[in-house]
């Protein structure tokens, strides 16, 4: 006996915790329970199906803890991890409710990416590439963060920022376009360019989606080196006499909307 405690009531200590645990767990998989919570779940505020891998980013604390709460129940049916998703859903309606959410806020969607990259990389080699990939993010997200742009992704050799303001998105744009091409990076000058549009995007997780996200990225995709194409949505937003812009007329990008219009800033003001 030490202390007072008789080893053979610490010996059953531990059994009755494992016991314990053991029953709590049984209670948490019990089928009645677990559909008790989701109903519960589909009652509250917010995107009830708030948990799959579309809505949980890995940008922001609410998405990580969604993330960490899935994989310890990936397995089998969950009562806490229903209650612990109803939580972030809730969380993630307070958040929309302040403009923060989805589709509720219009926002300018820039994209960016090198010209024949791909081409390069496969020239150079990895180490060339990942030094040139780090020298033009040196130069391009300061120029978002300058604009007041959030990064939303890298796109290995671009990326995809959203702005509250389409002049901002577009001036980022250019300069971003620009810096890149005073660039030497081992005797190579790379190439930028950019496309920017206007929409209400859907926000899930730390990411957007929705047709306008695929416009301002189809957008991108028609752009020339060192160029930034604009909408016609982004040029009716910009004030007067922002920029000089020059219609592209021949501009026919598959998923984007055939009324869509296309306009290369040549200038800014």
């Given at each position: ?6 080893n053979?009531?610490s ?7 494992r016991?314990?645990?053991?029953a709590?767990?049984?209670a948490?998989?019990h089928?009645?329970l677990?559909?008790a919570?989701q109903?519960?779940?589909g009652r ?11 809505s ?11 993330e ?6 990936a397995e089998?049916?969950s009562?806490?991890?229903e ?8 969380w ?40 040139l990939?780090?020298q ?7 120029r ?19 702005f509250?303001?389409?002049?901002a ?21 790379p190439?930028l ?7 209400r ?6 990411d957007f989606?929705g ?5 301002a990225?189809?957008?991108a995709?028609e752009?020339?080196a060192?160029e930034?194409?604009?909408s ?28 869509t219009?296309?306009f ?6």
């Amino acid at each position: 006996m030490l202390c007072g405690v008789s080893n053979e009531d610490s010996a059953a200590a531990p059994r009755r915790s494992r016991r314990l645990v053991a029953a709590l767990r049984q209670a948490d998989e019990h089928p009645w329970l677990h559909l008790a919570t989701q109903k519960i779940r589909g009652r509250l505020p917010g995107d009830h199906r708030y948990g799959d891998p579309l809505s949980l980013g890995r940008d922001a604390p609410p998405g990580l803890v969604g993330e960490r709460l899935s994989a310890l129940a990936a397995e089998r049916p969950s009562a806490l991890k229903e209650l612990g998703f109803g939580a972030l859903q809730v969380w993630q309606s307070v958040s929309e409710a302040q403009g923060r959410g989805r589709g509720d806020e219009e926002v300018a969607i820039l994209f960016t990416d090198l010209v024949a990259f791909s081409a390069r990389a496969l020239d150079a080699g990895d180490d060339r590439a990942v030094e040139l990939l780090r020298q033009v993010g040196g130069v391009v997200e300061p120029r978002v963060a300058a604009g007041g742009g959030r990064i939303v992704k890298r796109l290995g050799d671009g990326l995809m920022a959203v702005f509250d303001e389409p002049r901002a998105a577009v001036a980022a744009a250019w300069e971003a376009t620009a810096s890149v091409a005073e660039l030497d990076v081992d005797g190579y000058r790379p190439h930028l360019r950019a496309g920017v549009h206007v929409g209400r995007p859907r926000r899930l997780g730390g990411d957007f989606y929705g047709v306008s996200v695929n416009v301002a990225a189809r957008i991108a995709g028609e752009a020339g080196a060192d160029e930034v194409l604009i909408s016609d949505a982004v040029c009716e937003r910009l004030p007067e006499g922002a920029a000089e812009l020059k219609r592209k007329r021949r501009f026919r990008a598959k998923g984007a909307p055939k009324e869509t219009q296309v306009f290369r800033v040549e200038s800014l003001a």
